[in-house]
């Protein structure tokens, strides 16, 4: 059942992402991005999903990876974070191939470090 509601998450996402909202760029150059369509609340909880491009791409197991789009939560009470999915693409956009897939392998909740890219997205998504 999870599984399931996680991959409508995913395809659901997938139609509404059309309008990115720009978050920063890192020293490296990869330029974060949130879907703003798929921001849900439940209490302390947020999903959504955001987009990483790699402008120069990079190299991850023999695969050419352009951008990953991943569904994330926060828990803003806490201050932790997971990702819920993942999908790497070989162009920039959540466009192309898709390189490398990972749906309902939760990974564990962290610690969202002050100062990080993460933290943007708190500081937006917990108002």
């Known amino acids: 059942m ?3 509601l996680i991959a409508l998450l995913l395809v659901s ?10 978050i920063i760029t890192s020293d490296a150059g990869t330029a974060y991005f ?7 609340k439940q209490d302390a909880l947020v999903t959504y999903t955001q987009l990483l491009k790699y402008p120069d791409g990079y190299d991850s197991k023999n695969r050419e990876i352009h951008s990953i ?5 926060i828990d803003c009470s806490d201050n932790i974070s997971r990702t819920l999915t993942m ?3 070989s162009k920039e956009g959540a466009e ?8 309902g392998q939760e990974t564990k909740w962290q610690k969202i470090n002050q100062n990080s890219i993460l933290s943007l997205y ?4 917990c108002k």
């Open 34 to 40: 949130l879907d703003p369509a798929s921001v849900i």
């Open 69 to 73: 789009r991943h569904t994330k939560q």
């Open 122 to 125: 708190k500081t937006q998504l």
């Open 13 to 22: 996402n997938t139609a509404l992402a059309q309008i990115w909202h720009y």
């Open 2 to 4: 999870r599984l399931c």
């Open 96 to 103: 192309g191939r898709i390189e490398t897939l990972s749906i």
């Open 87 to 89: 999908i790497a693409y």
